[in-house]
């Protein structure tokens, strides 16, 4: 699979997990992950989904705006970056995203989040 569609099928992937079942995205990380959500750095897969998990709010809804990617390094990683809008149960507008994600390659053929950062877009 090309790099391009590799990066779209994990971005759908991850953003319908999120939206639909955070807690079902603990086996995109492992023990060293790092996310940076809005400036804050968690570490570890189980640190991660309960900081994820403990979100204040229940339901959203990502819409991807964009997703560029670039190889990373000769262990096969890939840089994804992600832009779109974030839609929360009860509120009218949407927020705009970034999100940066450094995929590594597994043994077993797949990928997962190495690097994870996070930001709210405001005007």
Same mark, same amino acid.
């Given at each position: 699979?090309?790099?391009?569609? *590799?990066?779209?099928?994990?971005?759908? #992937?991850?953003? @319908? &997990?999120? =939206?639909?079942?955070?807690? $079902?995205? %603990?086996?995109?990380?492992?023990?060293?992950?790092?996310?940076?959500?809005?400036?804050?750095?968690?570490?570890?897969?189980?640190?991660?989904?309960?900081?994820?998990?403990? *979100?204040?709010?229940?339901?959203?809804? #990502?819409?991807? @705006? &964009?997703? =560029?990617?670039?190889?990373? $390094?000769? %262990?096969?990683?890939?840089?994804?970056?992600?832009?779109?809008?974030?839609?929360?149960?009860?509120?009218?507008?949407?927020?705009?995203?970034?999100?940066?994600?450094?995929?590594?390659?597994?043994?077993?053929?797949?990928?997962?989040?190495?690097?994870?950062?996070?930001?709210?877009?405001?005007?």
């Amino acid at each position: 699979m090309d790099p391009d569609s *590799l990066a779209k099928a994990f971005v759908e #992937h991850y953003y @319908t &997990t999120f =939206d639909a079942n955070r807690a $079902g995205l %603990a086996n995109l990380y492992q023990e060293g992950s790092m996310l940076t959500f809005e400036g804050q750095k968690i570490q570890g897969s189980q640190n991660i989904v309960a900081h994820l998990t403990g *979100l204040p709010f229940q339901q959203c809804q #990502h819409s991807i @705006t &964009t997703v =560029d990617c670039q190889p990373s $390094g000769p %262990a096969g990683g890939m840089l994804v970056f992600v832009s779109g809008n974030l839609q929360l149960a009860g509120e009218q507008h949407a927020l705009k995203f970034s999100q940066m994600f450094h995929l590594m390659p597994t043994p077993q053929g797949s990928f997962y989040v190495l690097n994870d950062i996070f930001r709210l877009n405001y005007a």
